[in-house]
C-alpha cells in the first residue's frame, strides 16, 4: 500500500492508495477549488462521491455535474474533464474499478445515465470505504463491492454476466470449506469465485442468504474463536493475534471487544486465581 499526500494550498490536496482488494486500483480522495483537470480518458471505471461542494465536467461532450448524497460513475476510454462548480471548490472520495468489474457492454449505459442516488449504492460505495480503513478490512471491502457492483448493473439494465447459478446452500456450503481450510489467510472472492465457479456477488448472496451471515463476519467470528483458545492456552496477545490470522494485536482488540465484550487483556486476566 502507498499513500501520497500533495499540499498546494490549504484547500487543495491529495491522498492515494492501492489497497489490496481485488477490482481495485487506485483509492483517490482530493480536496480541490482552482484546479481543473483537462479533457482525458482512463481504462478503468472511475467511481465517485463529492463529499463537499460541487464539481462540473463534460462527458462525452454532454455537460454534467455531481454534488449530494449519490455515487457517479465515469466509464473508461470516455473522454471527461472537471472542475468546481463555485470557487469554494469541492471534496471527493474515487474508486477507480477494473474494467471487468462492470463490464464493456455498461459503457454506452452509463455515458447516458451516470448518477445514482440509490442508497443501496451509497451505502455500498460507504461500506467499502469503511472497510478499507483497516489492514484486515480486504475480505469486507470485496464483499461489499461485489454487491454494488451488481447493483450499479442492475440499475444500467445491463448483464449481471454470472455464472450459471449452483444451487444456493451448495455453493455456501463449498465457500466455508474454503474459508474453513484457510481462516487465517482467507481466499479473496475472486479466487474463491474462479474456484466454484461462481460471481463474488454470488457467493456474499448466498454464503449470508445460507448461514444468516456475510463471508467477512464469519471469519472474523473464526479469528476471534481461535484467539480465546490461544490466549487460554497462555500465548502472548501479539502473538495470539498473528496466530489467529489478525493483522496485529490492535486489530485483534477491536474485533475482541465486538465480539466478546471485554478486551484481550481483560479477558486473559479474568481467568480464577
Known amino acids: 500500500m502507498y499513500d501520497?499526500?500533495?499540499?498546494?494550498?490549504?484547500?487543495?490536496?491529495?491522498?492515494?492508495?492501492?489497497?489490496q482488494v481485488p477490482g481495485i486500483h487506485e483509492v483517490f480522495?482530493?480536496?480541490?477549488a482552482g484546479h481543473a483537470y483537462p479533457p482525458h480518458?482512463?481504462?478503468?471505471?472511475?467511481?465517485?462521491?463529492?463529499?463537499?461542494?460541487?464539481?462540473?465536467y463534460d462527458l462525452e461532450a454532454r455537460h454534467r455535474g455531481a454534488a449530494g448524497r449519490r455515487v457517479t460513475i465515469l466509464p473508461p476510454h470516455v473522454s471527461h474533464d472537471g472542475r468546481a462548480a463555485a470557487?469554494?471548490?469541492y471534496r471527493?472520495?474515487?474508486?477507480?474499478?477494473?474494467?471487468?468489474?462492470?463490464?464493456?457492454?455498461?459503457?454506452g449505459p452509463a455515458v447516458d445515465r451516470p448518477d445514482f442516488d440509490d442508497p443501496a449504492i451509497v451505502h455500498g460505495f460507504e461500506a467499502v470505504h469503511r472497510a478499507l480503513r483497516h489492514p484486515d478490512g480486504t475480505l469486507e471491502a470485496e464483499s461489499h463491492l461485489a454487491l454494488m457492483a451488481e447493483r450499479i448493473r442492475r440499475r444500467l439494465r445491463g448483464p449481471l454476466e454470472d455464472p450459471p447459478v449452483v444451487a444456493g446452500d451448495v455453493l455456501a456450503a463449498s465457500l466455508?470449506?474454503?474459508?474453513?481450510?484457510?481462516c487465517g489467510e482467507p481466499p479473496t472472492l475472486a479466487e474463491a469465485g474462479a474456484l466454484l465457479h461462481a460471481s463474488p456477488s454470488q457467493l456474499v448472496r448466498s454464503?449470508?442468504?445460507?448461514?444468516?451471515?456475510?463471508?467477512?463476519?464469519?471469519?472474523?467470528?473464526?479469528?476471534?474463536?481461535?484467539?480465546?483458545?490461544?490466549?487460554?492456552?497462555?500465548?502472548?496477545?501479539?502473538?495470539?493475534?498473528?496466530?489467529?490470522?489478525?493483522?496485529?494485536?490492535?486489530?485483534?482488540?477491536?474485533?475482541?471487544?465486538?465480539?466478546?465484550?471485554?478486551?484481550?487483556?481483560r479477558y486473559v486476566a479474568s481467568a480464577p486465581g
Open 4 to 19: 501520497r499526500r500533495v499540499l498546494d494550498t490549504p484547500r487543495e490536496w491529495v491522498r492515494a492508495w492501492k489497497p
Open 29 to 32: 480522495h482530493a480536496s480541490f
Open 41 to 56: 480518458t482512463h481504462d478503468a471505471w472511475t467511481v465517485f462521491i463529492v463529499d463537499r461542494g460541487a464539481v462540473r
Open 87 to 89: 470557487t469554494t471548490g
Open 92 to 107: 471527493k472520495r474515487v474508486l477507480y474499478l477494473d474494467e471487468e468489474v462492470l463490464g464493456k457492454r455498461l459503457i
Open 176 to 182: 466455508r470449506e474454503l474459508l474453513d481450510d484457510l
Open 207 to 265: 454464503f449470508t442468504r445460507t448461514f444468516g451471515i456475510a463471508p467477512h463476519r464469519y471469519v472474523v467470528g473464526r479469528r476471534i474463536d481461535a484467539a480465546r483458545r490461544l490466549l487460554l492456552d497462555g500465548v502472548p496477545l501479539a502473538r495470539a493475534a498473528v496466530d489467529a490470522g489478525f493483522h496485529d494485536q490492535a486489530h485483534m482488540t477491536r474485533h475482541f471487544r465486538r465480539h466478546v465484550g471485554v478486551t484481550p487483556g
